[in-house]
């Protein structure tokens, strides 16, 4: 049986009160209610405050680079769909830097969760605005406020059809929890977008702010009916939803390439003599 | 020079020059000939001129020429800027309908109206050119049926109304018969880059559409199902980079392929493998740059970029073959290269060799051992560290998944174990370890071939896919009782002086043969080891070098 101390713990670089702490404590009882042992489990961040959280815990782990979570775990889980492919990353390295990616991943629906550590604002390079700051956020970089308006992921995941969409809030991680499982189960692509305090750098955004907002679904919502999903996804203001906003059972990627069940790339080796056909044929 | 014969194929895209030449092409290397093709192509979908080059021998052949012997004219724009390029007694082949001064040459005025349907001229050509050179009407038929499928009936009508129509006329233009030999294969430099990096146990390849890097792509989706590779288009260059590394460190071995522009985008990925110290190979097939440049034509004006690619310091391998076969069996070696040293080999290939069908021997995949990393990982042991410093730099490499070992890969610099450090020592260690592994890559590197005289008056120093043209050049040099040599380099970093500086010293004259402006592997070889060339010979209009332009040059600099 895995238990929680099978994943450790280790020191941060995070700040005291950080929202991440919270999400990492999520995921730990998230792969063990999962039943996922550190060695089953690959993790592959990008570069950020909530990409370091990888470090924090035993599993196999790919920290690369920012912005590129998603392709390079793309490329571990078609390699070896046999391993549970979690991505982690912040707003800013998500949704900003590897904005295409996100978009190409809801479309493949590969197999894989995403938990997106969404505190509005960019940590590790001190504080700048991230794509889901709201419009009028002040920073020093954007000294007149954001000019921009706020990307919404879980309205544009639901908007693609993503295969599972969830938005969570670190200050309830047994719920969180519970997504992140929901999303590790679905056979296909998972959006965990996680709301989450940065004491540092989100003075307005803070824990009572989300706190008062944040409410969870009702019991009787239908997480399948797309039409009431693009409504609750674009919710945003004195009541934000938390839970499981849309979910469909669309084949994922994998499906599509037989090979992957029989003889993934990571477990194959060369057929000679197929190969060898293949060159006489060329004569 | 070798009795050789070159048919020229001009006309607008859409046209159907490129099934002509295929039909040909398959035709002459199954009736036992090496051919060279040379494909010059405007970067549109229709009109426009194109080009579709091929020269045949009955002995080996290695580069394109310059002059043809048989003009295939789809239309009156392809006489008048191609006369000029006919041999004496050079033969056009044009529609009837089309207005051209053949100024003297022979010109057979095909009734394509009267064959057949005059739509199907690029069929009824391909049955002219056939029954010119002395070929089989049943072996073209075949190639016609392989290249356009069952589906077109009048194909076969069409192409038999132009063999006849050709061997009444009386014209002919045909070669010696070709020496009985091994049977022959027809590839491109891309494809065999293919065949190659399946042979040397490729499992995964992502790209995003660059010409001419594609066709490598194109090559392994043809075979992809057969052999069990997966091959992703990805959103962009990044992503496909980003995606290879991701695979690679999964355990399946990964390229990805593309051209210079493309390229720019993965220098980040470049990085990325260096410091995790992820295997992949990248295929960069060159264009002429800078920017967007010419997209469909050649030129060797990469190296420079794709040495120094990719922030930080790191060991890389960059190999440049310069054949199809040369291709084969460094896409097998720089899959194995990246597997040794852990880390990012180059292939530098251009436009003129990816695109260039030659006929080869068929490839021998026993011929290359394929890497297997699942089977090198090492034991389960309590507390294995990815980046564990040893002595030739290389850890054991374990991967996710496969036992009780955990793998931390990690972008920042990171300790042993794979996490995130600034302790200032480590980092000065992992340093020094990654760059222990640049000898395992000057041990394995390939010398620099020399072709020709071991004691040369002139030395054709070249890379690449410019092999063929130094080298038939300096044939006629030595023909001309010329003292020459070709020194050929596929692999141009690292460089290891001792496997060839002593020739360079020894030759009188060392000309520097490459298609780039500026003598970027000149200046290499000058500051690897302080060897400044005679003369430099390079091209940069966007089409491959010929031993004629090699040869003409060598005049201009007064070296011969």
Not at chain 1, 63 to 81: D, E, F, I, Q
Request: charged share 20%; net charge negative.
């Amino acid at each position: 049986m895995v238990c929680i101390e099978d994943f450790g713990t280790f020191e941060t670089a995070w700040c005291p009160g950080c929202g991440n702490f919270a999400i990492l404590e999520a995921m730990k009882k998230a792969l063990v209610a999962s039943g996922l042992a550190p060695r089953d489990v690959l993790f592959v961040s990008g570069i950020g405050q909530a990409a370091k959280a990888p470090h924090y815990l035993n599993a196999n782990v790919f920290n690369g680079l920012h912005g590129r979570a998603l392709p390079a775990a793309t490329g571990a889980k078609l390699a070896n769909p046999r391993l549970t492919v979690i991505a982690e990353s912040g707003d800013g390295c998500t949704y900003g830097e590897g904005g295409n990616h996100f978009l190409a991943a809801v479309r493949r629906n590969i197999n894989l969760t995403l938990v997106v550590h969404d505190n509005q604002v960019y940590g590790l390079t001190k504080g700048q605005a991230s794509p889901t700051s709201e419009q009028g956020f002040v920073t020093k970089t954007q000294p007149h406020g954001v000019f921009s308006a706020p990307f919404n992921p879980v309205a544009v995941a639901v908007a693609m059809h993503a295969g599972f969409v969830a938005r969570g809030f670190s200050g309830e991680i047994e719920a969180l929890a519970g997504l992140i499982a929901q999303g590790i189960a679905h056979p296909g692509f998972a959006l965990v977008d996680v709301l989450q305090p940065c004491v540092s750098f989100n003075k307005v955004n803070t824990f009572s702010w989300y706190r008062k907002r944040c409410a969870p679904l009702p019991p009787e919502y239908d997480p399948t009916d797309w039409d009431a999903a693009v409504h609750t996804a674009a919710e945003w203001g004195e009541r934000i939803p938390v839970g499981v906003i849309y979910r469909n059972d669309r084949p994922c990627f994998e499906s599509h390439f037989p090979v992957l069940d029989t003889r993934p790339p990571a477990y194959g080796s060369v057929d000679r003599d197929a190969l060898r056909e293949i060159i006489k044929a060329m004569g | 020079m070798e009795k050789s014969v070159t048919i020229l194929i001009g006309g607008e895209a859409g046209q159907g020059l490129l099934t002509v030449g295929q039909i040909l092409s398959k035709a002459l290397v199954r009736s036992g000939y090496h051919i060279v093709v040379t494909q010059d192509y405007m970067s549109r979908i229709r009109g426009g001129h194109n080009t579709f080059v091929v020269r045949a021998s009955a002995s080996p052949i290695h580069a394109p020429r310059e002059g043809a012997d048989i003009l295939i004219a789809f239309d009156a724009r392809s006489v008048n800027e191609h006369i000029r390029n006919l041999n004496d007694g050079g033969i056009i082949v044009m529609d009837a309908e089309e207005q051209a001064d053949c100024q003297g040459f022979a010109c057979l005025r095909v009734p394509a109206a009267s064959l057949g349907k005059p739509a199907l001229f690029n069929i009824m050509a391909a049955g002219i050119a056939g029954a010119l050179l002395g070929l089989d009407d049943g072996l073209l038929e075949k190639c016609l049926r392989e290249e356009v499928g069952d589906s077109l009936q009048e194909g076969g009508e069409a192409l038999r109304a132009g063999s006849t129509w050709a061997r009444e006329t009386g014209v002919s233009r045909s070669l010696p018969p070709p020496s009985p030999d091994t049977p022959r294969i027809m590839v491109n430099g891309n494809e065999a880059l293919a065949l190659g990096a399946m042979a040397g146990g490729l499992r995964f390849a992502s790209f995003y559409p660059m010409t001419p890097g594609t066709s490598v792509m194109l090559a392994l989706l043809s075979h992809a199902d057969r052999m069990g590779l997966i091959v992703e288009q990805a959103e962009d260059e990044i992503a496909a980079v980003n995606m290879a590394l991701g695979a690679s460190f999964a355990g399946a071995p990964a390229l990805v392929a593309t051209s210079g522009g493309g390229f720019a985008l993965m220098a980040e990925g470049v990085s990325l493998a260096g410091m995790t110290e992820t295997p992949i190979v990248i295929i960069v097939a060159q264009r002429p740059g800078p920017a967007t440049g010419l997209p469909t034509r050649t030129e060797q004006g990469d190296l420079n970029f794709v040495l120094h690619a990719g922030h930080g310091e790191f060991p890389r391998a960059l190999l440049a073959p310069g054949s199809p076969e040369q291709c084969f069996k460094l896409a097998a070696r720089a899959l194995r290269l990246a597997e040794q040293s852990q880390g990012p080999v180059f292939i530098l290939t251009d436009q003129f060799l990816a695109d260039s069908c030659r006929a080869v021997e068929p490839f021998d995949p026993g011929s290359v051992q394929p890497v297997h990393p699942r089977e090198s990982c090492p034991a389960d042991e309590t507390g294995y560290a990815r980046y564990a410093f040893t002595e030739s730099g290389v850890s054991p490499r374990a991967l996710p998944g496969f036992g009780a070992n955990l793998v931390v890969a990690d972008s920042d610099e990171h300790t042993e174990d794979g996490h995130i450090t600034e302790n200032l020592a480590v980092r000065a260690r992992m340093v020094e370890k990654r760059l222990r592994k640049s000898d395992i890559l000057r041990k394995e590197c390939i010398r620099p071939v020399c072709l020709g005289d071991e004691d040369p008056d002139i030395l054709l120093v070249c890379w690449g896919s410019t092999l063929g043209a130094a080298r038939e050049a300096a044939a006629e040099l030595s023909s001309r009782a010329i003292k020459a040599a070709t020194l050929h380099f596929s692999q141009v970093w690292p460089l290891v002086p001792e496997g060839f500086l002593p020739l360079l010293e020894r030759s009188r004259k060392v000309v520097i043969v490459e298609g780039n402006a500026t003598g970027q592997f000149a200046r290499l070889l000058r500051r690897e080891c302080g060897f400044v060339p005679h003369a430099r010979v390079s091209r940069y209009d966007g089409l491959p070098l010929t031993p004629e332009y090699i040869l003409r040059e060598l005049v201009d600099e007064g070296i011969v």
